[in-house]
């Protein structure tokens, strides 16, 4: 830590500005499987989705 100060900076550029481009590489090298395996939740068989998505 330098002086024990806390320094705060501006971004200055937008945080997932890149998100696309690497997402689609990540999807190119096949490396985009399902980090925690899917899992239901008890009640999941019998739940009925309304048509608007509820």
């Known amino acids: 830590m330098m002086n024990e100060v806390i320094e705060i900076w501006p971004i ?25 395996p899917e899992f239901g939740n008890e009640g999941d068989q019998e739940r009925v989705w309304d048509d608007d998505g509820s």
């Not at 200055?12 to 925690?36: M, T, Y």
Request: no cysteine.
């Open 12 to 36: 200055k550029r937008n945080p997932r500005e890149d998100w696309a481009r690497d997402s689609q590489r990540i999807a190119e090298a096949g490396d985009d499987v399902l980090a925690w």
